[in-house]
């Protein structure tokens, strides 16, 4: 019989590559998402993919009456957990909002697991629980906190209120730290496309392709880099979503209590090799100036893979031109 899981904030960027990889792994998945950050859009587009709707209720995990209606209407194997407000920035300027959405929504939900006997979660980690002073690679020992930002700091609370769950409580927890996500579903029918000015580099960058944006600014030169531009460690998507299905079938042995694992490719790519990738896919020059460093952005992040490679047996598959390939398809389709 297929096992049932509750995906949080399976309508979002991730959270959808989630769904259609479970659900195609053999899960059925029920979504819970409250809509606050995609749209409606991507149920149809994951529908497209699969051949049929997946469950979904639109609501707020701090609902706590629907959280029961929901516990109470399936029986659950366990929770794959996206569902969470994830704009550094925002957070800064509204930190309880952060607090309350992250923490308060995701103690609810534990709450509800635990109610309900449902011990197994997969939890949406971030980089940014990595202290900034850490040698990179940064592995799953490097020292955690000295966040610098409200929403770095939900993440590293709900990382210890699950590893307090596993040790007091019986909770089996995958905690995941993601590096920085980017790519799509290669139909071209699910990604992201956030409304107004993006945070993040590579959708900024197809804004500025589609005539939305006039120019990429380019944040700091003089870092100590290859070029002088910021460094991140960019996972595909799909890959990404991989490793959670690896994750989650681990967990079938009751011994795995809480272990975190970086998802990342364990190599870095700068902001001006991001843009010429970019235009060789685009076919395409990109407009870009140099301007001041962002606030809190530190030179060179990316990872060591190691730990999930060796445990999960999971790595990353697909190529950055592949990864970027895919995003501007969807893009195109839908802009
Ligand atoms: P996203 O905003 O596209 O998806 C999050 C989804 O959660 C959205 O659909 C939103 O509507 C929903 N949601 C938010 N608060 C909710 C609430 N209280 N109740 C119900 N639904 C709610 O973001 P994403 O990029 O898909 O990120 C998914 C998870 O991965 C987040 O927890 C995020 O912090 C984490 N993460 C993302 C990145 C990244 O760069 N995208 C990196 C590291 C970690
Ligand atoms: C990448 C690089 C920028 C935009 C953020 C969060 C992190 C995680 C992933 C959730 C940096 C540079 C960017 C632009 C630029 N999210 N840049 N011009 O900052 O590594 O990580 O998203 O957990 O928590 O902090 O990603 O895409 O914003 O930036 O030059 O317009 O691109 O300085 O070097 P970041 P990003």
């Given at each position: 019989m297929k096992k049932t899981l509750l995906i949080t904030g399976g309508i979002g960027y991730i959270g959808s590559h989630g769904v259609v990889a479970f659900e195609t792994a053999w899960y059925e998945t029920v979504i819970v998402d409250n809509l606050c950050n995609s749209s409606i859009q991507t149920l149809y587009g994951m529908e497209a993919i699969l051949g049929y709707r997946p469950k979904f209720y639109e609501g707020d995990i701090r609902n706590t009456e629907l959280l029961t209606q929901i516990f109470e209407s399936h029986t659950f194997d366990g929770v794959i957990h996206f569902a969470g407000l994830k704009a550094v920035g925002e957070s800064c300027e509204q930190p309880l909002l952060y607090h309350d959405n992250n923490v308060k929504g995701s103690l609810e939900l534990f709450k509800c697991m635990q109610r309900y006997q449902v011990k197994k979660i997969v939890f949406s980690s971030s980089a940014t629980v990595y202290h900034p002073g850490n040698l990179i690679p940064f592995t799953e020992e490097s020292r955690v906190g000295g966040t610098t930002n409200p929403y770095g700091t939900t993440k590293l609370i709900l990382e210890q209120m699950l590893e307090d769950l596993a040790l007091h409580a019986g909770f089996q927890v995958m905690n995941l730290r993601y590096f920085n996500p980017v790519g799509a579903h290669e139909?071209?029918?699910?990604w992201e496309n956030p409304q107004g000015i993006p945070n993040n580099l590579l959708p900024y960058i197809l804004k500025v392709w589609g005539g939305e944006l006039p120019q990429v600014s380019v944040f700091g030169d003089d870092y100590d880099t290859i070029d002088g531009t910021g460094v991140r460690d960019y996972i595909d998507v799909v890959d990404l979503i991989a490793g959670h299905v690896r994750a989650y079938e681990r967990m079938d042995d009751s011994r795995w209590k809480f272990t975190s694992y970086n998802l990342g490719v364990g190599r870095g790519i700068s902001v001006l090799e991001m843009i010429s990738l970019v235009e060789k896919v685009v076919g395409k020059k990109i407009p870009y100036i140099i301007t001041e460093r962002r606030r809190g952005d530190i030179g060179e992040v990316y990872c060591s893979p190691e730990k999930a490679r060796g445990e999960l047996g999971w790595k990353s598959e697909t190529s950055i031109e592949t990864s970027l390939k895919n995003s501007w398809n969807y893009y195109v389709a839908n802009s």
């Open positions: 139909s071209g029918k699910i």
